[in-house]
């Protein structure tokens, strides 16, 4: 039993997808892939294509899971011992076949596993059918036999019923006074998709005494997610010109945990003790003692990061960390133990402000490239100079050497610290190696969190040494032409399909 993975090509009237067959450990026998499946004898009988179901329900809640096998018996090579090779054609009932799907599968594979959300996606976007409606398709396998003078064998069609669902938002934002960015659209809070759960998202931070709600795309109100009949239910509000648009209330400000469910609409808020500050700012000479903001951690909200190059018209220069980007005296500042603190691990940090005392201590390093680390559950910085790397290869069964790390596809450096690449990934996983290190214990970047599918915009990158731990990839759900720029200082990559 496989699942295919597709590499799309359009063509004329046509989309192709070329099929990739795995090697399978079957129980008490291996069998291993060939180059060329020849010297096989198939019997004299026709090609008969069957489903594993034909009204066939996608699932939101699912979109992982199998929807439908489609297989089909070998058909005849007429006693010629050449291989097979197979056209599997998925269209709209009575279209005739014009602009199907097509699956060209190599070296006896005779099966096609359609997952729900591949599938879902496939008919929204190939065939233009609505989401949460029902599509009736044909379906037909054309047998080639690869010798001279066979003419091919064409399967009978197949009649299926499928019912789509609309597709769940792969984006959402905390949006409301309650919130770290208020009321901006253009700046809403962004939530974190929590893997294998699909349609669930989560955020932990700070909430202020106010009102929220939840926004699907960055500078847009509507669609919204709103408070339902009570505080555990959510409401979809699909336009502005719905006028529910009843927000959730916090009364107490506080340190909380937002998880919902988009596909039950479900939401629950907890209190924690969590971090103290969702959002802090680097600031001092290197920034000519302006306010730049800090990157806090997709997956703990304790971290915060700033790298970047630090320069000044100095040798030396100085920082702190502030919780507001404002110098009033009432302003808390994250501040070394002792003044003019340089660069080491581990460093200890204090909370200070004007109002209490006049050490105004600050960290003092050189001019150089650095990744500075603020830990607030151990009140700890590190001040770490940061080399680049020279080369950067990506690996997994998505790329075209596979998990082959002897062989990694290299990509292409373009600045001291940001490399790209463009070419044909597989459906699979991938991930990055700064170093092709044959035992796997060099230095890794890696998806924040295991088997994300990429957005195709910024997103950040963990990274690893010695060893992939965790040992995070992202998963294409589809083949095709990709760019990929990973920026190795601060730690981002963009994943995007042309």
């Not at 379906?139 to 080639?144: E, G, L, M, S």
């Not at 648009?245 to 209190?271: H, M, R």
């Not at 990429?454 to 095709?480: I, R």
Request: proline share 6%; charged share 20%.
């Amino acid at each position: 039993m496989m699942i295919i993975n597709f590499l799309i090509m359009k063509k004329t009237m046509k989309k192709i997808y070329s099929i990739i067959s795995l090697c399978l450990m079957l129980p008490l026998m291996l069998i291993s892939c060939k180059d060329e499946f020849g010297n096989i004898s198939y019997p004299d009988s026709p090609v008969v294509l069957s489903a594993s179901a034909t009204d066939i329900a996608l699932n939101v809640a699912a979109p992982e899971g199998d929807a439908v096998k489609f297989s089909w018996t070998p058909g005849s090579n007429f006693g010629s011992n050449a291989a097979v090779r197979y056209i599997f054609e998925l269209a709209p009932k009575g279209s005739n076949f014009e602009d199907a799907v097509v699956t060209e599968l190599e070296k006896g594979n005779t099966a096609v596993i359609y997952r729900s959300g591949q599938l879902n996606k496939l008919l929204l976007e190939e065939f233009g059918v609505a989401p949460a409606s029902t599509v009736d398709l044909d379906i037909r396998v054309t047998a080639y036999v690869q010798a001279e003078g066979i003419a091919p064998q064409v399967s009978e069609v197949l009649s299926v019923k499928v019912t789509t669902y609309k597709p769940i938002t792969p984006t959402l934002y905390l949006i409301g006074s309650a919130t770290p960015n208020g009321w901006s659209a253009d700046d809403a809070t962004k939530m974190n998709v929590v893997q294998g759960a699909p349609g669930t998202f989560i955020w932990q931070g700070n909430l202020t005494a106010g009102e929220y709600k939840f926004i699907t795309t960055l500078g847009e109100f509507a669609p919204s997610y709103n408070r339902g009949d009570d505080d555990h239910s959510l409401y979809f509000r699909e336009s502005g010109d719905d006028p529910y648009d009843v927000p959730f209330v916090v009364t107490e400000a506080g340190s909380y945990q937002v998880k919902v469910n988009l596909i039950t609409l479900q939401i629950d808020v907890v209190e924690t003790e969590g971090a103290a500050y969702s959002e802090l700012w680097f600031v001092g000479g290197f920034t000519g003692w302006s306010f730049q903001p800090m990157t806090v951690d997709a997956n703990d909200p304790f971290i915060f990061r700033y790298h970047g190059e630090l320069n000044s018209s100095n040798a030396t220069d100085e920082f702190k960390i502030a919780t507001r980007p404002d110098f009033d005296p009432s302003v808390v500042f994250l501040r070394p133990e002792t003044n003019e603190q340089g660069v080491g691990v581990d460093l200890p940090v204090v909370s200070w402000s004007e109002s209490e005392n006049s050490d105004d201590y600050k960290w003092k390093i050189g001019n150089d490239v650095y990744k500075i680390k603020l830990d607030l559950r151990e009140n700890t910085l590190d001040i770490v100079p940061f080399t680049p790397f020279a080369d950067m290869y990506i690996v997994g069964d998505a790329t075209p050497s596979g998990w082959d790390i002897g062989n990694a596809t290299p990509m292409v450096k373009s600045s001291d610290y940001v490399f790209t690449w463009t070419g044909t990934l597989q459906a699979g996983e991938l991930k990055f190696s700064c170093d092709k290190q044959s035992d796997w214990n060099g230095a890794w970047f890696l998806a924040p969190v295991n088997g994300i599918e990429p957005t195709g915009a910024e997103e950040p990158v963990l990274f690893s040494q010695p060893g992939s731990n965790p040992d995070n990839k992202w998963k294409l759900a589809s083949a095709g032409t990709y760019t990929i720029t990973l920026d190795q200082l601060k730690e981002t990559v963009i994943i995007q399909k042309q």
